[in-house]
């Protein structure tokens, strides 16, 4: 429907309008006939419509456990080595299997077998790991197995699925968790990726044993092992569907696929999955903190516990909670910011629902294990490295002066309900390494000093760059700019030397950033495991546009002390120099950060569950359960 | 026979508006459209990667080169697979089509209807108070923002601060009554604004219509009104009123349901488009272009036939 | 359209069209009022456009969605905007794409229409044509998000596809007119006597279509501010500054937790103004209407 419709313009294309009355009634029964038939047809169509188009999965629910999860986004693909987002994870680790995991409810996360029989023995230079898996474990029936029978899960699959990372085929966002660091990985890439050639580092050495050979040390592997993009694909499933394998997973895990498009996903429970009874002492089960949501009962049953799991994929968050509220819709949602003061009694420094909602639903709350920060591009000459040392010298102060206008208590209390931490450098506050009394000069909001800065490094209004604020063209990244231009002219920065680049999809502005064309960058991470070396490598110089390091930093020291902390096992030492790197991003103004936004999860009642979604995504669900009579 | 090979010639000279379509709509939208590399690329990519991606999306190859596999995929009917999901595009066609019909054409149907029947009483009473009042609503219609409606229809009839009579989003749909509770509010949004345009042309129509010389002549004769109005007056305003219909048909398939289904996070082919767009899916988007392309082209043809069933002197040159 | 052949004005007589058409729209007092609600924001818009008011809508001191008061007539957004002067200043950015959208579409319309009309059957008719088909081919939204695409970071991609689709409707009325006019005595007597073809068309032919490019003009007018809205809703819009079509985006999230001021404003204003435009174009149309004049 083009907006210009008032008007016929095809009107005086009507010869017919101006023929005699006796050849109107003439032809009226043709175009009656036809008229009539037309719409005749149109309802027919309409009518099979409505008996086809979404009856695929009609309700044959009776009498089935359903749990309804939801999603503030959804996935694009399922496939194992494409599940670069949380949303794409809920579904992964569901469905396949990986080889360890995390336990349900300890925290700070611990390490658990999963598929894997035990914790991987290492040997004693830290290079080779061997990892035995459970024997009788199947693969759910599917078209694509011989006479569509599952057939057992061998160590064979585990090799393969990860040797998929390193075919270009394969289209992997994954392969950077272990690019450069399993023996012989990258020549067998270069060799054509051809499935029937070994890889050393990488083999099963009898039916259930893996074997692992690292160039060098790599203390996160088995975090890594644990992610969805770990998962275990068989083979003939990935030859079988092509392209759609991404739609069609065939795994081992706890359920199986019913249905998949844009707005959810449908998952029933896996009849073969193996029937592994929960120990909730060994989960973490804590009274304590976890008594009040009658996760006790769940103790001794066998995982899924849920016939039915259905997670739908809701981007607004005040729809989501309307049908959070509604009470026969989705089970799980958090509280939009829009209605954040009427739904919680208190914000700080405990977070407490208001009676009438505490009344019919469970709350927990903790920071996500990630944050957001603003870099600035150090290989814009305007503001970054420069081959002329003084005016790197006024960039530095440039750089400075503008994290000084940025008020993070503001930005916290406009965007993040005044609930997110905020904390110096990039060593977010759930690793084990966050330091609690680091200086927390970084975060002064004091455009007064800006200015002085400003003005002693020897700027003036007309010489500032144009300051190029990238973000994608939605309301929130738009008032975030706002925000900022607002801080910005407090320093004396003119306003029309602050423009805002959009770009209508995160894809266009994640090209513009890896092509490193935007002076200032907002990002978000998301920790792929809890350990701050997945921060770190964000401002390691080689890993510069296009790769994860946004800023393009680049500091001999910073680097240095990277590539030695990297092989090195957690231990105080280890800690130690991690803050000296967070120092050295620190001293250099290189980024504005950072911020980790609180999480609150509301569910109903009816539902035993002890929700996150933070690492990984969505390896809880499997022990969610949901109470019979309500 | 005689119009079978009429419509064969109509479709060849038609051939040269599709492959306008085409290119425009190729060249902007996959030539200079946006790219997936770099959202398929992952956290921490190497520039080799990204090569590898781009070479594997084709993006690499000469502008004919794709062009002439894009008419390729148009004339089999046969676009490949997503390059996000991975899915068939024709079967993602085939789960989202339907909705997307389903969604749209009630409100179509119902907005036309009543727009027939609101334009004839306007007509009726022409110059009276009544048509003055109608007009007076259908301008006020067409002035208010579809956005606005939508907004405004989902507080009032949806929310929980409204009546909340009906899910505030999403499409559940299993039975007919899932139907009816998913599709009220977008289709009254609709009707909504598509009334007052609806209207204000039909009863344009209408009115030239009573103004013939026939329809004189009927009334001098004492035909009652309401025959007058069904056989001599709405008879002959079929034409441009099917017409319209007929036009309308192509847009309404595609971006009609856009905003609504945006709005309301339905799955349709609108959603799905849209998506494809800002993700640059573009085996996606050139399935609907060129499917869009291919429906107007034969619309226009079934026009032309329409017009030739209804009027022998144009003939089927 | 029979009738129209004998009252047609010829020129010398154009005059007296306008002049009839000035006099009869005086008399019509919805048009009136409508035009003196369009010329106050006009007005508004030009003030803006003259730095005299609205031009506190980026400034981000106020408290998160204050309240209305003297210092905030309407309240503040979320970061503490004015609300009241970016409602203000949104209708210079209404005004902008009205005024660019309308005037570039008219006159690529018009003139290709009538290019088109004259040479009516020839090679250039036919490329004309065609090309007024594949643009109406092409979804709209589609085709604005694609231009949008296409032409990342110019802030007049919005602009550009907005003209790119609308002239065709001015098009397709003018080719017709011209086609009827050009077989009219006074046309076929400035070709006796030898007047060159650009001669005819632009002093013979086009001034008798003036009256379409007006109305049609203003109807574009609105289409264009209707149709920025929503596309500033699906982000490929308004690139710089604030419209109203982004205070009803940021306001979708809003209203369902009791903020309605920023969608109120924005609504309010876009519907009175589109709301007197219609009317104003309606009774512009039946001033020109020459069946009405001579009647």
């Known amino acids: 429907m083009t907006c210009i419709s008032r008007n016929s313009p095809k009107k005086s294309n009507f010869p017919h309008l101006q023929k005699p009355l006796y050849s109107l009634i003439q032809q009226f029964p043709i175009v009656f006939r036809y008229f009539m038939s037309r719409r005749i047809f149109g309802l027919l169509i309409l009518i099979s419509l409505l008996l086809t188009g979404g009856c695929s999965d009609g309700p044959d629910t009776n009498g089935m456990k359903i749990y309804r999860h939801s999603l503030n986004g959804s996935p694009t693909s399922l496939d194992p080595a494409q599940s670069a987002t949380i949303y794409a994870n809920h579904v992964v680790v569901n469905v396949y299997d990986t080889l360890y995991s995390y336990k349900y409810l300890t925290r700070p996360y611990q390490i658990k077998p999963n598929l894997a029989a035990a914790l991987p023995e290492v040997s004693e230079d830290g290079l080779t790991y061997t990892i035995r898996i459970k024997q009788g474990v199947r693969f759910i029936d599917d078209p694509a197995f011989p006479n569509g029978k599952g057939r057992e899960v061998a160590a064979a699959d585990f090799v393969y699925s990860l040797k998929r990372h390193f075919d270009p085929e394969t289209r992997s966002q994954g392969s950077w968790f272990w690019a450069g660091r399993i023996k012989g990985m990258a020549e067998w890439k270069q060799a054509g990726s051809n499935y029937d050639q070994e890889v050393e580092g990488l083999r099963a050495l009898d039916r259930y044993t893996i074997q692992i050979i690292l160039n060098k040390p790599f203390p996160q592997l088995v975090h890594t092992l644990a992610q969805g993009y770990a998962a275990i694909v068989p083979r003939e499933a990935v030859e079988h569907y092509g392209r759609e394998f991404s739609v069609r997973p065939v795994g081992s895990g706890p359920f199986k696929l019913q249905r998949f498009d844009s707005v959810g996903v449908v998952l029933v429970r896996n009849p073969g999955y193996r029937q592994e009874p929960i120990d909730l002492a060994y989960e973490g089960y804590d009274e304590a903190l976890h008594g009040k949501f009658g996760i006790k009962e769940i103790d001794g049953r066998a995982p899924p516990l849920v016939d039915r799991l259905e997670i739908h994929f809701i981007k607004e968050s005040l729809s989501r909670w309307n049908s959070f509220t509604k009470g026969n819709e989705i089970q799980y949602a958090g509280i939009p910011k829009e209605l954040l003061d009427d739904v919680l009694a208190e914000k700080k420094p405990d977070i407490v629902l208001k009676p009438q909602y505490a009344e019919r639903y469970f709350m927990t709350s903790g920071y996500e294990n990630g944050f957001v920060h603003t870099d600035f591009n150090m290989r814009d000459p305007e503001i970054g490295y420069n081959e002329d040392k003084q005016r790197e010298e006024m960039n530095h102060a440039l750089r400075c002066a503008i994290r000084y206008a940025f008020d993070w208590e503001d930005r916290n209390q406009r965007f993040y309900n005044n609930m997110g931490f905020v904390f110096p450098g990039i060593i977010p506050p759930v690793t084990p390494e966050y330091d609690p009394d680091g200086p927390k000069d970084a975060l002064e909001h004091n455009p007064e000093k800006g200015r002085k800065l400003l003005a002693e490094a020897g700027w003036t209004a007309d010489m500032l760059p144009t300051l190029t604020y990238g973000g994608v063209a939605s309301v929130d990244s738009r008032q975030m700019f706002e925000q900022f231009r607002g801080w910005l002219t407090k320093i004396g920065y003119p306003k029309e030397k602050i423009v805002f680049d959009s770009y209508a999809s995160f894809g266009d502005y994640n090209r513009a950033v890896k092509k490193a064309k935007i002076k200032m960058v907002g990002m978000g991470w998301g920790l792929d495991y809890p350990d701050a070396e997945n921060t770190l490598q964000l401002f390691y110089g080689p890993n510069g546009s296009p790769g994860s390091n946004n800023a393009n930093f680049n500091h001999p020291e910073y680097n240095r002390l990277y590539e030695e902390t990297a092989v090195m096992q957690p231990s105080p030492e280890r800690t130690r120099l991690y803050r000296r790197m967070n120092q050295i991003v620190l001293d250099a103004c290189v980024t504005i950060s950072g911020l980790s936004r609180r999480q609150i999860f509301l569910w109903h009642k009816d539902v035993v569950s002890f929700p996150d979604q933070s690492i990984v995504g969505g390896f809880h669900l499997k022990y969610v359960d949901v109470k019979e009579d309500k | ?317 | 359209m029979n009738t129209l052949a004998e009252d047609r004005n010829i020129p010398g007589e154009s005059e007296s069209l306008w002049g009839k058409a000035w006099y009869k729209f005086r008399r019509d007092r919805t048009g009136m009022l409508s035009l003196a609600v369009v010329m106050l924001f006009l007005i508004i818009a030009l003030g803006v456009w003259a730095g005299l008011w609205g031009q506190g809508w980026s400034s981000v001191e106020g408290s998160m969605w204050a309240k209305p008061s003297a210092e905030h007539w309407l309240g503040t957004n979320i970061i503490g905007q004015d609300i009241f002067e970016r409602g203000i200043y949104s209708t210079k950015t209404a005004f902008e794409v009205g005024m660019v959208v309308a005037i570039l579409s008219t006159i690529l319309g018009g003139l290709l229409g009538a290019l088109s009309g004259f040479f009516s059957n020839s090679w250039a008719d036919e490329v004309i044509l065609w090309l007024m088909g594949v643009l109406d081919s092409i979804p709209f939204y589609l085709f604005v998000a694609a231009i949008a695409f296409a032409l990342q970071g110019f802030p007049y991609s919005m602009h550009i596809a907005m003209i790119a689709t609308f002239w065709t409707t001015t098009a397709r009325l003018v080719r017709g007119e011209v086609i009827k006019l050009k077989n009219f005595e006074f046309v076929e007597a400035a070709r006796a006597i030898g007047l060159p073809r650009r001669l005819i068309i632009f002093r013979h032919i086009m001034p008798n279509t003036y009256h379409i490019l007006l109305v049609q003009a203003t109807i574009v007018f609105v289409s264009a501010i209707k149709s920025e809205v929503i596309l500033s809703f699906l982000g490929l819009g308004v690139v710089d500054g604030v419209s109203w079509g982004l205070m009803i985006a940021e306001s979708t999230q809003e209203v369902q937790a009791g903020h309605y001021a920023n969608f109120l404003t924005a609504s309010i204003l876009l519907f009175a103004l589109v709301m007197a435009f219609n009317m104003f174009s309606d009774s512009l149309q039946d001033a020109l209407d020459p069946k009405k004049v001579s009647a």
């Open chain 2, 1 to 317: 026979m005689e119009i079978l090979q009429y419509a064969l010639r109509k479709f060849i000279t038609g051939i040269p508006l599709i492959i306008g379509v085409t290119l425009i709509s190729f060249l902007l939208m996959v030539y200079f459209g946006p790219d997936k590399t770099y959202e398929l690329a992952g956290k921490n990519p190497t520039p080799e990667q990204i090569q590898e991606i781009r070479h594997q999306l084709g993006y690499d190859k000469p502008f004919v080169a794709r062009y002439l596999e894009y008419m390729k995929e148009l004339v089999t009917f046969d676009f490949g697979y997503s390059d996000s999901t991975g899915e068939r595009v024709s079967s993602i066609l085939k789960r989202t089509v339907p909705i997307s019909l389903a969604l749209i054409l009630p409100g179509f149907i119902l907005g036309n209807l009543l727009g027939i029947a609101l334009a004839l009483v306007a007509a009726y009473h022409r110059g009276r108070w009544l048509d003055k009042f109608i007009m007076s609503g259908s301008v006020v219609g067409m002035s208010v923002s579809f956005l606005i409606v939508i907004i405004a229809f989902q507080i009032l009839l949806s929310s929980n601060d409204g009546l909340g009579w009906f899910p505030v989003r999403g499409w559940n749909v299993y039975n007919f009554w899932d139907y009816l509770h998913y599709v009220t509010v977008p289709t009254l949004a609709t009707v909504f604004v598509a009334l007052g345009y609806n209207t204000r042309f039909y009863r344009a129509v209408i009115v030239e219509e009573m103004g013939r010389d026939h329809v004189r002549t009927a009334k001098a004769f004492g035909t009652p009104p309401g025959e007058l109005l069904f056989k001599h007056i709405l008879k002959n305003a079929m034409i441009p009123i099917i017409t319209r219909i007929m036009f309308s048909i192509p847009m309404v398939v595609i971006s009609g349901s856009l905003l609504l289904e945006s709005y309301f996070g339905i799955p349709g082919v609108g959603l799905v488009t849209y998506d494809s767009i800002t993700t640059g899916d573009q085996p996606i988007l050139k399935a609907v272009v060129g499917i869009t392309a291919v429906l107007f082209v034969i619309v226009l043809i079934l026009n032309d036939i329409f017009y030739k069933l209804v009027d022998p002197r144009v003939s089927l040159k």
